[in-house]
Every structure is written in C-alpha cells, then in structure tokens.
C-alpha cells in the first residue's frame, strides 16, 4: 500500500473528508515531489489525491508523482493556497484537515477564506508517525549520507593544523561534502574550539585560530538525495592542555557507549536518557542539551530522546545518541553517531572510532 493511502485509509477512519498537506518535507515523502514549502499543496480525498502546483514544475510533478492529479494554478489564482481552497470547495467537502503545525497563518487564512463552507481542523500527526519508521529505500539513502560524512571527516583530519580557522575548517567540509556527492551542509556545522568557544555546545564557528593542545569538537552532516546525516567527533591536535580535558572525553564515550548498548525495539525511548544522564552525573557533570533524535528528511524529527518520552523505540527507527559535556575555561566535548534500530540491538551506521583521534 502506498504512503498516500496509509494516510488516505487513517483520515477517513476518523471520519475527515480530505487533508491539506503543506509541508514540502511530507510532501516529498509522500509523493516524491521534491519542491520545497510555498511551491505546492497536498489534498487528500476520499477518491483521490491532488497535488496543486504551477507551471514552472508542471513537467516536474508529472514525471515525479504520478499517483497525484497534478492542477497548475491558473492566471486568476492568487497562490497555492487560495488555488487548495477552491479544489475543496469545489470537492463540496466539509471537515477538513490540515497541517496548522505546518503552514503560514495567512496562507491559512487563504485556505479558509476560499472554502468557507468546509470546516478545518489540525491534523492528527499522521505522517509524522509513518515518517518514523524508514523504509528499505530510505535506509540506503541515509546509509549513504552517513558514508559521505564519515569520508568526509577522515579527508578533513588532513586539513586541521594549529593556525587555521573554525571558519576555515567548516568551510573545507562542505567542500568534501559536495566533492563525494553530498549536497552541502543538511543543517549548520559546528565547529567549536579550545576553553571558551569548545564549551559552547551549539557553537557557530568564528575565526579564532587552532593552537596546539585544543580539543575541536565537529558537529556535521550532509544530504544524499534528500536524506540526511548527523555526527559529531571531537579531536585533540597535539597532547590536550589537561588531564580534564580527557577525564570528560573519557566520560562522554563510556556514556554514549552505555546508552547505544541498549537500543532495541520496544525499548522506552527515557531509558536511554536515564542511563546516560546518570553516568555523566556519577562523574561529576551535566548535559544541557538532548541526548539524541530521529532524522531523515529533516536534520530533527521524532522521536526525540527524552526523560519524558512516553514512547518505545520502533523496528527500523533512526536515532542518533549525542552526549556531550561543556565546561567553561576548559572544553567542550561531545561524540555522535546514527543507529538504525532492530529487533534486538541497533547497527551504528559509521565506522569510525569513538576513542580521542589526537593529529
């Protein structure tokens, strides 16, 4: 059963007539239309599915979704939105869902205002709930994001040398990104280095100089195909200036190595949480930030780790385990990797080594 139909057969069960989707994210997932927010809309009906573009992405939508009736706007239409509320109204269809979470309020409004006779309602989370278990297809894509990000980061190893930059670092990075067939950055890179910027867990990256005894910590990831990857590695140059320094890498490693251990289906998402919140705690420190997320078409989707997640972890979930430390005056450390949830444990998608890589 396709996407579109999952969606299709859950909408009517809860008694709706159509949905509007908005998002250029679901859309793609839904449809493999691969225009992005305010270039297309999404109706569901009960008979059929309507994608409602314009005509510089007529040849596009035809040949990318051909499970749709593609509608180009025409002169008359004002947008997209006014062109999605005159399909429903001339649908005659009267409770309607739509992505509120998801969409401008006055491109709301232009739904609205052009149906006014049907009712609109926020959509339940449908697609977020299919979008967190990955098919077949979309694990390879996201395999080979992961491929590229970790090729990526041995090459730039190379590159990292007391006197160059974060700016400097960040910006040859996009360069192996795009030269193994990423499409650039899928969310802004952290580059954060030495006692005062390394402790700043979301880091942008300035033009301070390395010097030796740093610790660096990258945060990166690059797209394939839409899909995309999420690492972290932080990495001395040369011997780091204390022995702190390497009691937190020390700590951070053992923790995310004991959250990893116990992913599985059907494990409740806050034990993880629990178990390396409680380590890092035991030595001394804290985590001022999540401990891990979902990704796939967007850098962060759910489920997110959390002490208050009710949910268990599902078959063929993708989640990253991200504990890090950050001591101002000292360093910043945090490691990061992607694992694909199975049955009984989960495959970490990279390969590199979570020991402190000293250049």
């Known amino acids: 059963m396709s996407k579109l139909k999952k969606v299709q057969e859950r909408m009517i069960a809860d008694g709706y007539d159509a949905l509007v989707i908005c998002d250029g994210a679901d859309i793609k997932y839904l449809t493999g239309f691969s225009g992005e927010y305010g270039v297309s809309t999404v109706v569901i009906s009960k008979d059929k599915f ?7 992405f007529e040849f596009q939508a ?24 005159d399909l429903l109204k001339e649908l005659n269809v009267k ?36 979008r967190q278990v990955k098919t077949s297809e979309e694990i390879t894509l996201i395999r080979e994001a992961c491929r ?21 670092i960040a910006n040859e990075l996009e360069y192996q990104f795009r030269s193994r067939g990423g499409s650039g950055f899928c969310f802004e890179t952290i580059v954060a280095s030495g006692p005062i910027n390394g402790a700043n867990c979301h880091a942008t990256p300035s033009d301070r100089k390395i010097e030796a005894g740093d610790f660096i910590t990258l945060d990166f990831g690059t797209a394939y195909k839409g899909y995309c990857s999420d690492m ?24 995310k190595k004991a959250g990893a251990a116990i992913l599985q289906a059907g494990l409740p998402i806050a ?16 985590v001022p930030h999540g401990l891990g997320h979902s990704f ?35 360093c910043g450390v945090r490691i990061e990797d992607d694992y694909l949830i199975g049955e009984s444990s989960a495959e970490r998608l990279q390969q590199s080594t979570n020991e402190l890589i000293i250049l």
């Open 95 to 130: 409770a309607v869902l739509i992505q509120t979470d998801k969409i401008f309020h006055r491109d709301y409004l232009s739904v609205k205002n052009s149906c006014e006779s049907a009712e609109l309602r926020a959509a339940p989370p449908y697609i977020e709930e299919l």
């Open 271 to 286: 034990e993880v949480d629990q178990t390396i919140r409680k380590i890092i705690g035991e030595a001394g420190y804290t």
């Open 296 to 330: 796939g078409l967007y850098i962060h989707e759910d489920p997110f780790i959390s002490a208050k997640n009710p949910n268990k972890f599902k078959k063929n979930a993708i989640t990253t385990i991200e504990p890090g430390i950050y001591v101002p005056g000292v």
């Open 62 to 85: 035809k040949e990318e979704v051909p499970e749709c009736e593609v509608l180009i706007m025409n002169g008359q239409q004002r947008d997209y939105y006014v062109a999605t509320g």
């Open 232 to 255: 972290t590695r932080t990495v001395a140059v040369g011997r780091p200036h204390n022995e702190e320094m390497l009691k937190i890498y020390e700590t951070v490693k053992v923790a």
């Open 148 to 168: 590229i990000s970790e090729r990526s980061f041995y090459a730039l190893l190379d590159f990292i040398k007391p006197g160059v930059t974060e700016i400097d």
């Open 50 to 56: 309507y994608l409602i573009t314009d005509g510089r």
